[in-house]
């Protein structure tokens, strides 16, 4: 639920409430000018008049002032919060409940950047309508509670419309998120769309021309109902005024001076009754953007709080995975993958090689090791002391088989002026792409297997001495494959790196400490490596 300061929202009433007292000044006095009265006909009056003008207009710049402040101090206040709730969100909720929430919860918590200007304004309306209220009663007791009867009528109508409309705003809102998922798809899988003339058909004409249209017509009819609605309040009033002209003074129950002050009074609250009205708009879209946002918060919420480390660790000598098992979340349990119970032990300085079938567990093995997923039995061991998964992390760089690379340097270290950078961009054979150590020069395209090396670059440059690379050679050319398993791989291992590679490229199989083989979940065999024909007939035996 969006948190909002309570006591910043008194403090922007406090604001309010003599403005509103100016404002109900101002039609004081010019209803009992209108009206005659010898007491407001003094020379000073006029004075009086435009110094009351004047304090409203310099405290309307004040209050207006504060409530930009805390507007904006409200809205990137709870941006802040939302960002480091997303990043704290454990892999598996990514998965389950997908990235396009996190666009959805940006644009409704954009929503309440509107909401200190509808509460301060809802109440300053309010006070305006109850005093001149009051005014009207202190005329004509039973003329009041006519007209405020008619007023009441036609708020009513209003309401009750407004009300229903709430499940209809919430409608299109699911019709968003399902754009946004199309949207994600054409980013994500803009290949796979361009080299297949049907996906994109369907994609466009089942899917996002669909959506968008019902989108468009709920939209419009939304818009058009509120519209409607809001001629109801103008026209309301009218039919109110006509009342005031000409049914209660046939009915001897006002007089002609009051019927002045009575028809001036409500042109001017016209103004805070459409206010009300009007706004009754906003308190939908906030109910509904406010029950979205606490959805979101409950559907990503993160459970275990990480309590703040007292060291981080730099080294290891042996990492144990003791009767590791981890299950994926799912309703059906019969469908649901499980991998292990895994007993695994890695010791400082070994290249392992993970190899396996699709969906045989590698990935799923590679999100423990990592830290990502948590066990759901058993423990993950460094150097005889339990480990959940904060200090396993202290120990790994890793890149991905999906790698990415980022707009902008998050890591501790520079690239300007770094040796080691300019050394690895030799190494890789990066230094003829990229010939200067400006950071702006990796934050640009590059093909599959350059975005890898530059990986592999920054992976180096965290100086952590556990490297996991998931089937990073994959999308190399022939000769830098080769070159990454006969000299880089070697290269590491001399200068203390624990690699653990997931790979298909049997070819290099003898360059391995060990090969582990995972198949449905489980290992099947782990071979220490001898030579390449022993390798071919018992690793795929």
């Not at 929202?9 to 604001?15: A, D, P």
Request: aromatic share 14%; with cysteine.
């Amino acid at each position: 639920m969006l948190k909002i300061k309570k006591r910043e929202i008194f403090y922007l009433l406090l604001y309010a409430v003599p403005n509103t007292l100016l404002t109900f000044s101002i039609v004081y006095i010019i209803n009992n000018v209108m009206a005659g009265n010898k007491a407001f006909l003094t020379d000073y009056m006029g004075i009086v008049f435009v110094s009351i003008l004047v304090y409203t207009y310099l405290l309307n710049v004040i209050f207006q002032k504060k409530l930009n402040k805390f507007s904006f101090n409200m809205l990137y206040e709870n941006e802040k919060k939302i960002f480091k709730q997303i990043l704290s969100v454990p892999l598996l909720k990514l998965e389950q409940y997908g990235s396009q929430r996190f666009y959805t919860v940006v644009e409704d918590l954009r929503t309440f950047s509107l909401l200190p200007y509808t509460v301060t304004h809802t109440i300053n309306s309010l006070l305006m309508l109850i005093l001149c209220l009051i005014y009207m009663f202190t005329l004509s007791l039973v003329s009041a509670l006519i007209v405020v009867s008619l007023i009441v009528m036609v708020g009513a109508c209003y309401f009750i419309v407004m009300n229903a409309m709430s499940k209809r705003v919430n409608q299109l809102r699911e019709y968003n998120d399902g754009y946004y998922k199309s949207v994600d798809d054409v980013i994500r899988g803009f290949k796979e769309l361009k080299v297949s003339f049907l996906r994109r058909d369907n994609l466009l004409n089942k899917f996002i021309i669909p959506n968008r249209d019902e989108a468009m017509n709920l939209d419009f009819s939304i818009n058009y109902v509120f519209l409607s609605i809001n001629l109801i309040s103008q026209y309301g009033l009218y039919f109110v005024v006509s009342v005031i002209l000409f049914v209660l003074p046939a009915l001897d129950l006002l007089s002609r001076e009051d019927v002045i002050s009575y028809v001036v009074i409500i042109l001017f609250i016209s103004g805070p009754i459409n206010n009300i009205i009007n706004l009754q708009q906003l308190y939908t879209r906030f109910f509904v953007a406010n029950t979205r946002i606490s959805n979101f918060i409950k559907d990503f919420e993160v459970i275990e709080e990480t309590a703040p480390k007292n060291e981080t660790l730099n080294d290891f000598q042996s990492l144990n995975f003791s009767d590791v098992e981890f299950t994926y979340p799912s309703k059906d349990e019969d469908s649901s993958f499980q991998l292990g119970p895994i007993s695994l032990n890695i010791q400082k300085g070994e290249t392992i090689f993970i190899v396996g079938g699709n969906g045989s567990g590698k990935s799923t093995f590679i999100n423990l090791l990592t830290g990502l997923y948590k066990p759901t039995e058993g423990k993950i061991i460094i150097d005889d002391k339990s480990d959940r998964g904060e200090n396993i992390q202290d120990l790994i760089a890793a890149v991905f088989t999906d790698n990415h690379l980022f707009s902008k340097n998050y890591d501790d270290y520079t690239l300007e002026n770094n040796k080691d950078y300019v050394e690895l961009l030799k190494t890789m054979e990066m230094d003829r792409i990229i010939t200067d150590d400006k950071d702006s020069s990796i934050r640009r395209k590059f093909s599959k297997g350059q975005s890898k090396r530059m990986s592999l670059i920054f992976n180096l440059l965290e100086k952590k001495p556990v490297m996991v690379l998931d089937e990073w050679a994959a999308d190399q050319d022939p000769h830098f494959r080769k070159y990454f398993y006969e000299f880089l791989l070697p290269k590491f291992k001399e200068e203390g790196k624990t690699i653990i590679a997931v790979t298909h490229d049997d070819a290099y199989f003898h360059l391995a400490d060990r090969i582990i083989k995972f198949d449905y979940g489980n290992i099947v065999k782990e071979i220490k490596t001898t030579s390449k024909e022993e390798l071919a007939e018992n690793i795929w035996a």
